[in-house]
Nanobody
Framework: QVQLVESGGGLVQPGGSLRLSCAAS????????MGWYRQSPGKQRQLVAT???????NYADSAKGRFTISRDNAKNSVYLQMNSLKPEDTAVYYC?????????WGQGTQVTVSS
């Protein structure tokens, strides 16, 4: 059974940090690109960051300089380190594995940035 399970979300004050994790099971992990997306109420899901199987990364403008995506193929996991968080970063964060036949998605983890 394919599973992508996100964790690490929560409530944090502006300027704080969180590290999101996504653990994959039931799928081949190392050979595929992974990504993080987020969705706020009333808005479309938007890309945050991606990482290729080789470790090349790409970031949305809103994430550049503050977020870092990484992966550990030995642990079948992808991470998103988020620093200098802002209230506008509040959203449900999803991890995904890119597949030509259609991405796999996790169930999401809530991140709330508020004082």
């Amino acid at each position: 059974q394919v599973q992508l399970v996100e964790s690490g979300g929560g409530l944090v004050q502006p300027g704080g940090s969180l590290r999101l994790s996504c653990a994959a099971s039931g799928i081949i992990f190392s050979g595929y690109a992974m990504g993080w997306y987020r969705q706020s109420p009333g808005k479309q899901r938007q890309l945050v960051a991606t990482i290729t199987s080789g470790g090349s990364t790409n970031y949305a403008d809103s994430a550049k300089g503050r977020f870092t995506i990484s992966r550990d193929n030995a642990k079948n996991s992808v991470y998103l380190q988020m620093n200098s968080l802002k209230p506008e970063d509040t959203a449900v964060y999803y991890c995904t594995q890119y597949r030509s036949t259609g991405n796999y998605w996790g169930q999401g983890t809530q991140v709330t940035v508020s004082s």
